[in-house]
């Protein structure tokens, strides 16, 4: 161990951090009893959302190396203590906000009650998260075409929306009809260079080109660099700052990639154009963007393409519900997460696809399997 019990520490999570110092004791976990395990005991929460959520604890699922202070994860340790028959841990997520039983966690199995016909297993690509691979994301039957040589993802409980690229997210928000922020700059980009990338593109330079013979971007041979990690309705909203160079060289590359895929519909350059410009005055909004509840019926299935089988989410799906004061509002499952090269791009699927997908984490096996939820 490279701490010791009663030693300070403090986690950080994607909506704040917790502080506290490690702590030891048996675990009950259902009826099985995890000997001398070590935890955090949190004695601040550093965010409002810890305060105002409906939950004493949060139990972690990653792989050790990625724990804080590299404690062995109570999974491990029951795998370890010979508590489980297997070294898996199942989900079933239950999406009626109606019922009492919000779902289920199996460790050890699963639960043949709450999936229907065979799981579906990928190889994890990387521990630390459980990452796998995705192929092309499919908006009703039309191809997206940014994932078809594969785009690491996460399958990840602790995440409530799908997050991923903005130019795709922004594509699928633009095709479920979810308002967005209307982006200026974006639209300059467009508008000043547009013209010069469709020329490019349709001379068949390579895209990953195009932004840096522009000027927008540098290359290394091998990709386009920006250091920008949030979306750049993120950084513009969140900072109130004039466009950096990072952000101009992420517009071009979702224009870049918005023109290709025009082009390869074989669009005329008036419909791409008219187009690419509704897509600039909707970009995701990192606060939520909000869809018609009266359109379900009208809305395209979103589709991900997981070892080689699509798995298709519908609009029911994909929008989640919230009731407030004798009212209902919807929002789009889909939030933006741009993660540069080489670990991007990056999905997260998060509770919405897995209230959809009974999901199998096969820690023995070292894979992650999906069969539709019953």
Known sequence: MSFDVGEPCKIHYSLGSISGFFSQDNTKVGNVVIRDQIFVEATREGFPTFSLAKFDGILGLGFRNISTGKVTPLWYNMVQQGLLSQPVFSFWLNRDPKSEVGGEIVFGGTDWKHFNGDHTYVPVKQTGYWQIEVGDILIANNSTVFCWDGCAATVDSGASFIAGPTAIVTQINHAIGADGIVSLECKNVVSKYGELIWEYLDSGLKPEKVCAIIGLCSYNGSHQVSAAIETVVEH?????????????????????????????????????FEYIDELCEGLPNPRGSFINCNSMTTMPFISFTIGNKSFPLSPQQYTLKIERNFSTICLSGFTALDVPAPQGPLWVLGDIFMGAYHTVFDFGNLQIGFAEAA
């Open 236 to 272: 513009k909203h969140n900072e109130g700052l004039s466009l950096d160079k990072n952000a101009l060289c992420t517009f071009c590359k979702m224009t870049v990639f918005w023109m290709r895929a025009q082009i390869k519909q074989k669009q005329t350059k008036a419909k791409a």
